[in-house]
């Protein structure tokens, strides 16, 4: 759909579920989850012949796509012996390389904006928090501490800011961190709860779920975490993505 909410189309038909839909960096493809035969699987669709493709199929598990700033590779959640890690393929879905080695379990991959890291979430210290790495797998670090429960990192434009749903006092909320200092600014609030952020092209805007409505609906606030406006009104809405090109004029 726009920014606004207009002009909503349908890009996949399995008849199964199909989630976590990701840009491709020039917006000429979606990365995608679906059942669509069987186990959890990546598949890619093509804006403009709306084909699609497998990318990952083999395995018990493949979720939560994302793809470099190049558009070259994809990573993605994958189950190893019953243990979900992140690993990273090509566009083909060739060059499978495990980014991850740890007991818990490691998903939800973010690519940083200039390629140089990965975000993921890891529940490696008890509950789930938000970790980055770099591309390779190493220098892996923690940089959410407070809340209970952090998931579903989303870069800004800028790479220096990471939003994610936060959970505060007994709630989902939308928290933004900066990676380097750690600071950190909670900007939802209120009944509800509030999920799956993602920063518009220019950083000043983040789309995010709430269920303030009782359905989930997708909203729009500034970065400050003002003058929300909900733009979708029918059914349930999830997991939105922004495109990383801003529509032309």
Do not use: C
């Not at 189309?9 to 917006?27: Q, V």
């Amino acid at each position: 759909m726009d920014y606004d909410g207009q002009n909503q189309r349908r890009i996949t038909g399995h008849r199964s579920t199909s989630m976590s839909p990701a840009w491709s960096p020039n917006g000429d493809a979606l990365a995608y989850t679906s059942f669509f035969d069987g186990p959890p699987s990546i598949y890619l669709a093509d804006m403009a012949t709306n084909r699609k493709t497998p990318v990952v199929t083999s395995g018990s598990m493949n979720t939560t796509p994302t793809f470099s700033p190049d558009g070259g590779r994809v990573a993605f959640a994958r189950s190893v012996e019953g243990n979900v890690e992140i690993f990273s393929a090509d566009r083909g879905g060739n060059g499978l390389r495990r980014l991850t080695h740890s007991g818990a379990i490691d998903t939800n991959p973010a690519w940083s904006p200039r390629g140089s890291q990965i975000a993921f979430t890891s529940g490696r210290a008890g509950n789930p928090h938000i970790y980055v790495m770099d591309p390779e797998g190493t220098d892996q670090r923690r940089v959410t501490f407070d809340g209970d429960y952090n998931d579903g990192a989303a870069w800004s434009p800028e790479g220096d800011l990471i939003a994610y749903t936060s959970r505060r006092g007994g709630r989902f909320q939308i928290a933004v961190t900066n990676v380097v200092s750690l600071a950190t600014r909670v900007l939802t609030s209120g009944p509800g709860e509030n999920e799956s952020p993602t920063f518009s092209p220019d950083g000043r805007k983040i789309a995010y779920v709430s269920r303030r409505s009782g359905r989930k609906q997708i909203y729009v606030m500034d970065l400050s975490g003002g003058n929300v406006q909900q733009v979708t009104q029918e059914g349930n809405n999830d997991m939105p993505d922004w495109s990383r090109i801003p529509p032309e004029r």
